[in-house]
């Protein structure tokens, strides 16, 4: 049974009140709802169950996010501090079902697979700050409408409304329970709709879904599902390796057929020979046999290098460095493309995220924000020993400078200051 249940609801206010599914001894929401989750005519989830590199190089990027150290932060100076507010605590432990880490998987599993991401708090009726819980919930059961009687850029009116569809009916989120966070949707085009049913694709419903990066690989994942496929037929009905038929002709040319019991005994003597131990490698014969290779030569079908570029592609698009995946990669290889990874994908995508966790709970008024660290982990930890190696040397540096008379204490806080060092 998943976190909501399939009996039908009886009011339309959203509250998870049922459990979620155990899966390997951690706790998850189910990935969908009881509508479909054929976007625009795909199935994302489908793809990503069934394609073992979309799988996975997102199982990747899932992994590197829930890595971080989800901390609250003072504003000024950057350091960690606690607060016993609500939202703070909801963050450090979401729900009664999931620990943060879990969370943490499980909504990145989302935005990767799905392009979107809906966030919602719970909270009491009329105390929107007061969180007592967190939730990442599929975007496959969420339902946008919108007022499209202006253009959305002519007012800065938030005049979405989200709702989930649950026992077959439809149930709106409370106002400021939401975030959605989505990657870009390059399509623009706003569709004016009435009521939306569970018919409805995401990607007809509104210009705030995202679009998901499978669905400029397409092309890409139909190939590789088309390799294993080939490969799978070529295994599973590979048939006879060959013809060994006789090469004795007779007076006029003919080829002369093959005795029946002459037949049986060359198939028994033939098992005789192998690669395994006890089995022999070489045929020797009197006979006039003839030879005839049938079996397919997968080389010349090249369909691990049509699974090699393919996932390329896909790596490209999802931000992972193929080395990380490849075979043969060497250690520095592989330690500078895991680097690579966090800081051009994994960190900016966090802090995106935090930023929007941030907005939620007007961050503005507050002298502490949320932020998502990596430094704790081993790939970084040669940047720290470098930087603290380098920051020894300006600090002898500078204090000479300053018992020489050269700089004042002033200017080498400023100085300092263009370090990061406060």
Request: aromatic content about 10%; some cysteine; glycine content about 8%.
């Amino acid at each position: 049974m998943g976190i909501f249940s399939r009996k039908a609801p009886t009011s339309n206010k959203l509250t998870p009140t049922d459990g979620p599914d155990k899966f390997n001894g951690q706790f998850f929401y189910p990935l969908f709802g009881s509508n479909s989750i054929n976007w625009g005519g795909v199935n994302y989830l489908k793809d990503f169950l069934e394609v073992p590199e979309v799988n996975g190089i997102i199982s990747l990027k899932v992994s590197a996010f829930a890595n971080g150290k989800l901390k609250i932060i003072s504003k000024g100076t950057g350091e960690e501090v606690s607060r016993n507010e609500p939202l703070v605590r909801a963050l450090m432990n979401p729900n009664q079902y999931q620990s943060q880490q879990e969370f943490l998987q499980q909504t990145k599993f989302y935005h990767e697979i799905f392009g979107n991401e809906i966030l919602y708090f719970l909270t009491p009726v009329g105390m929107p700050l007061n969180v007592k819980g967190l939730f990442s919930i599929s975007p496959a059961s969420v339902r946008i409408t919108e007022d499209n009687s202006v253009p959305f850029f002519q007012t800065q009116d938030v005049r979405a409304k989200y709702s989930y569809v649950w026992g077959g009916q439809t149930m709106d989120f409370p106002k400021d329970s939401i975030i959605h966070i989505n990657r870009a949707n390059v399509n623009g085009q706003m569709l004016t709709i009435g009521t939306v049913t569970t018919e409805v694709t995401q990607a007809d419903q509104s210009h705030l879904w995202g679009i998901p990066v499978m669905a400029s690989h397409q092309a890409n994942v139909r190939n590789l599902r088309a390799a294993y496929e080939a490969r799978n037929v070529l295994i599973e009905n590979r048939g006879a390796l060959g013809i060994l038929s006789n090469g004795s002709t007779d007076g006029v040319g003919s080829m002369l057929p093959i005795d029946p019991k002459l037949k049986k005994e060359l198939q028994d003597e033939y098992r005789r020979y192998g690669m395994t131990k006890g089995q022999m490698q070489i045929i020797m014969t009197s006979l006039n046999l003839k030879w005839q290779q049938m079996a397919i030569d997968t080389d010349k079908l090249k369909l691990f290098d049509e699974c090699e570029a393919d996932t390329r592609a896909l790596c490209l698009g999802y931000g992972v460095p193929y080395e990380l995946i490849a075979a043969g990669q060497t250690y520095d290889n592989k330690l500078r493309a895991e680097r690579q990874f966090y800081q051009n994908t994994i960190i900016p995508e966090a802090g995106e995220w935090c930023d929007a966790i941030n907005r939620r709970v007007e961050i503005a008024g507050k002298s502490w924000e949320v932020s998502i660290t990596y430094d704790h982990l081993p790939v970084f930890q040669d940047n720290v020993k470098e930087r603290a190696q380098a920051m020894s040397l300006m600090a002898a540096a500078i204090e000479k400078l300053i018992t020489n008379g050269v700089m004042t204490v002033e200017q080498a806080q400023v100085e300092l200051q263009k370090f990061g060092i406060k």
